[in-house]
């Protein structure tokens, strides 16, 4: 069942899985012209949606085409952002190998986030072997 938890010229849905224990599942796709990540009064959209998020269930996966580089050496103020807002949260990032690679770059732009003391991918089994279209296939560590 869709939760309206995110803004309209978003391009995130969120979504109440029903399992043994219901499950919300966050999907991004981060293009160059949304603000998901840009601060105002200290806030981003994101962490508006992870707090609306988390008032419903902390059982939470957030996942998406995030456009953030996740490995690299000298993040950028997205990422940043991004790294610091989902670990307010209690979500780690599940992805450590690139996800886009180019001749001249390698990058973890495909995220997965979530409590990994909640074992939520693993009882889901949604995620297991799970693969990019446009990016390369995504390595999921425990």
Same mark, same amino acid.
């Not at 043994?20 to 012209?33: E, F, N, S, V």
């Given at each position: 069942r869709?939760?309206?938890i %995110?803004?309209?010229d =978003?391009?995130?849905i969120?979504? /109440?899985?029903m399992? #043994?224990k219901?499950?919300? *599942?966050?999907?991004t796709?981060? %293009?160059?012209y949304t =603000?998901?990540?840009?601060?105002? /009064?200290?806030n981003? #959209?994101?962490?508006?949606? *992870?707090?609306k998020?988390?008032?419903i ?14 490995n690299s050496?000298t993040?950028d103020?997205?990422t940043?952002i ?8 209690g ?10 690679i180019?001749e001249?770059?390698?990058?973890t732009i495909?995220?997965i ?8 991918i ?5 995620l297991?072997g ?6 390369e ?5 425990h």
């Amino acid at each position: 069942r869709e939760k309206k938890i %995110a803004h309209s010229d =978003d391009e995130t849905i969120w979504v /109440e899985v029903m399992m #043994k224990k219901k499950i919300l *599942l966050g999907l991004t796709y981060r %293009a160059t012209y949304t =603000d998901l990540l840009t601060e105002e /009064e200290g806030n981003s #959209k994101l962490n508006k949606m *992870l707090e609306k998020a988390h008032l419903i269930s902390d059982r939470v996966i957030y996942l998406g085409d995030l456009n953030c580089d996740y490995n690299s050496q000298t993040p950028d103020k997205d990422t940043t952002i991004l790294m610091e807002t989902c670990s307010a949260y209690g979500l780690n990032q599940l992805i450590k190998s690139p996800t886009r690679i180019t001749e001249d770059t390698k990058t973890t732009i495909d995220h997965i986030w979530t409590d990994t003391s909640k074992n939520l991918i693993k009882e889901s089994g949604t995620l297991i072997g799970m693969k990019a279209t446009a990016h390369e296939g995504i390595g999921i560590t425990h």
